[in-house]
């Protein structure tokens, strides 16, 4: 068996249950690894009752490796966990890369699927075949930093393999609702809240260490291809871009494409932006680049500030994500806090970008008398206020004062303040956008609007493909000039996007930023030489569609219907300067399309039809006959 | 055919520009700071224009092929008339390979913050040196 580990590991926390299942290769080829195993077991296991609170012990998790995860080679260490968003309330996913997948797989396992809840603290041992259920009293309250050390040092033994920890930090286990889950530090499944499905569960952390060998369906091809992809990442821009300066290069490029969100949505050009581009989070905060297993690229930054009010120690460096939020969307041009933030967010376990969206959204009640100074225990939420930014995070990490109420994210936060706060969000499902402007590429507006977890940029490929990165010529939706600032053409270029990058992100395992050189050959190719199964571009994408059904219908189980499709009004409102001046999608016309390509009915459900032609017929019962 | 009638034309409208731009103290002196000198080579029409950053000021040499570049980029006049108004995707035509560059990459990266504000002056500078018929509204 090339690529795959060869088992499934099922844990159930209520009764202590552990069973390693053998793979079956039929299901591997179909749904190929990661989000394909993850969305289908899920949906498997929860048909027999859909109705169920996300913080429950009915709600299963499930972490899944893809076939290339652990392949030494550039951009393939990806890997998926999954389940119902404490944050949205519907299906929630995240992708993640670093370490533990790797070592999961050298354990012998693909994945993981945990169901019920333990009822004390309590943390998965693995190492190779001996699995256990232990008591994480010891772990309880330890941000996720201290949790890696001291569980890496507790479990080092005589091994010389020091192992992986995947943990949650106190947020996780304050159940805020954009609780991440970290693997060594900095590696974190941020979006969607499931680390409070952990701490609901009382599952602290998971230890793996592994001694196996993965094997390579046909080696010789693999090292060739090997081979031809060096000649490609030497010297290329792109790649060497992230090498210099992560991902924080995206400042410079967005910047000129009116990309980057300002003050909370309302600006795309500030005056200080570049007191927090690559080039001063070099001189300021850099000490170093992290990498995540087998990869050249090395996009990871490694950040210290030595003293001050903003002082964190050497640790994982704010990625461009992280300084947009807590910088621009803030008009935050301290860098130095933003590196503390995310020292924060990190250590607490918290999604950065739910996290400073949802302190900007504050800071535009703050403006408009909705909250005040008495609401916010005496912090002054002005925007560009760097300490009461970093006093903030720190309090929703707590759930301390107003941070309780802006831990829910800030569509509940919405909720709860009033008045015409709702006006402020930059939600889609309620899940804050990330920081790319729709107003500037059209395909991102509908990519945001019909993603399954709520706004997202990683769900498909439309953000490498329609901002320019990546070029996938075999595939001819996406071969033509794309223009940003049109609508036309972009249902197409988004149903294209996401069965294909669900294949390559999700699934297979390749990371979005440093395997954004490949093309969609070369993509296909690498699967098949490590599974040795003959796919064609075709039946990859027929997989991703196929799971891209199963996302969608597991949201529409949890009740993601057609109005939930669509933009806030804040994402809507036409700029009148700038590099996007005047530009606004049309998502009738994207929606319109969307639908009639992906076979949904008016209600955002896919057509029954649809799913009983791929296979779906148990998805189309529960939808339609339930 | 491209949008410029002749290589005489467009390096008479862009080497004027980039020697606007090296009169210009706020991007000048960023790029006088990385000391690079720089080979745009065009085609469509041909033309080869040196911008050397290495000295006190900036020194913009049309058809010099002898220098030693520490930086090449290549790319068709079209791409690059549209790149000074900020109207190209600089990811997409990297990655088609409609722009071409070559050298220490950080280097290059780095110049971008600096050359941000051409793009206003492009258009303006088109307009008052009586190019106006190649300015895109």
């Known amino acids: 068996m090339g690529g795959y580990a060869g088992s499934i590991l099922y844990v159930d926390l209520t009764s202590g249950n552990i069973e390693a299942r053998p793979l079956d290769l039929k299901f591997a080829r179909e749904y190929i690894g990661g989000l394909g195993f993850g969305t289908k077991i899920y949906l498997d296991l929860i048909k027999g009752k859909p109705d169920f609170d996300p913080l429950s012990a009915d709600n299963p998790f499930v972490l899944m490796t893809g076939p290339l995860t652990g392949m030494k080679t550039n951009a393939v260490a990806r890997w998926t966990v999954g389940a119902r968003s404490p944050l949205t309330g519907l299906w929630g996913d995240c992708n993640i890369g670093g370490f533990f997948g790797a070592q999961l797989k050298f354990a012998g396992y693909d994945g993981i699927v945990i169901t019920g809840a333990a009822t004390s603290p309590t943390y998965l041992y693995i190492e190779d075949a001996k699995v256990e259920i232990r008591d994480a009293e010891r772990y309880w309250g330890m941000d996720t930093y201290t949790v890696n050390d001291e569980m890496i040092s507790d479990h080092k033994g005589a091994s010389k393999k020091s192992g992986q920890v995947f943990a949650i930090g106190p947020a996780g286990e304050n159940l805020v609702r954009f609780a991440s889950i970290a693997n060594n530090k900095g590696h974190v499944a941020g979006r969607t809240g499931l680390g409070a499905v952990w701490g609901a569960k009382k599952l602290k952390a998971i230890f793996v260490r592994g001694t196996g060998k993965l094997e390579v369906g046909y080696s010789n091809r693999f090292d060739d291809l090997r081979a031809e992809l060096k000649e490609l990442y030497d010297g290329n821009i792109s790649i060497e871009g992230l090498r210099a300066f992560g991902t924080a290069s995206h400042m410079d490029i967005g910047i000129i494409s009116g990309d980057i969100p300002m003050k909370n949505w309302q600006q795309s050009e500030w005056d ?97 008398g909705l909250i005040t100074e008495k609401d916010t225990d005496g912090l002054n939420l002005t925007w560009g206020n760097s300490e009461a930014i970093v006093a903030m995070v720190e309090k929703i990490g707590k759930r301390e004062g107003i941070g309780s109420i802006l831990s829910g994210g800030s569509a509940k936060a919405a909720e709860q303040i009033g008045g015409n706060s709702p006006d402020f969000l930059t939600t889609v499902k309620a899940l804050e956008a990330p920081m790319h402007d729709p107003r500037g590429a059209h395909g991102h507006g509908l990519a945001y609007a019909v993603s399954a977890r709520g706004a997202c940029h990683m769900a498909s490929l439309v953000f490498p493909v329609e901002g320019g990165g990546m070029y996938l010529p075999e595939i001819p939706e996406l071969a033509d000039e794309i223009i940003g600032m049109s609508s036309e053409g972009k249902a197409k270029l988004n149903v294209a996007c996401e069965d294909f990058g669900i294949f390559f ?122 | 055919m491209g949008l410029f009638e002749s290589s005489e034309k467009f390096e008479e409208v862009l080497a004027g520009f980039f020697r606007r731009v090296g009169e210009t103290p706020e991007v000048a002196q960023k790029l006088l700071a990385s000391k690079l000198v720089i080979r745009f080579s065009y085609t469509d029409p041909d033309v080869v224009i040196v911008v050397d950053c290495s000295g006190d000021e900036i020194d913009v040499r049309t058809g010099d092929t002898e220098t030693k570049a520490q930086v090449n980029m290549s790319m068709s006049a079209d791409i690059a008339h549209k790149f000074w108004f900020g109207k190209v995707n600089l990811m997409a035509a990297l990655t088609r390979k409609q722009m071409v560059a070559k050298g220490p990459i950080p280097k290059i990266l780095k110049l971008l913050p600096a050359i941000k504000p051409t793009y206003a002056m492009y258009p303006k500078y088109l307009d008052e040196n009586g190019y106006g018929e190649y300015n895109i509204h």
């Open chain 1, 272 to 368: 200080l932006f570049d007191e927090i581009g690559p080039i001063e989070y070099e001189e300021k905060i850099l000490t170093g680049n992290r990498t995540c297993y087998a990869c050249g690229v090395a996009c990871k930054r490694e950040a210290e500030v030595k003293e001050g009010a903003f002082r964190f120690d050497k640790g994982p460096g704010p990625e461009y994500e992280t300084i947009a939020t807590f910088g621009t969307m803030c008009l935050n041009s301290s860098l130095e806090s933003i590196g503390k933030a995310n020292d924060i967010c990190n250590r607490y376990g918290m999604d950065t970008i739910t996290c400073g969206s949802t302190i900007a959204f504050a800071m535009e009640c703050f403006e408009n």
């Open chain 1, 505 to 626: 992100s999700h699934c297979a395992g390749f990371c979005n930023l440093g395997a954004m050189i490949l093309n969609a050959t070369q993509a296909v190719d690498m699967v098949r030489h490590v599974t040795g199964f003959d796919y064609t571009l075709d039946e990859v994408m027929q997989s991703g569609r196929r799971i891209w059904y199963i996302k969608r219908g597991l949201s529409n189980l949890f009740g993601v219907r057609a109005e939930h499709d669509v933009l806030p009004k804040r994402l809507m409102t036409i700029m009148d300067t700038g590099p996007t001046e005047g530009s606004i999608p049309d998502m009738d016309l994207m929606l319109k399309e969307f639908y009639e390509l992906r076979g949904l009915n008016e209600e955002g459900v896919p057509e029954r039809e649809v799913l009983e032609g791929l296979g779906l017929s148990e998805l189309a019962a529960l939808l339609y006959d339930r």
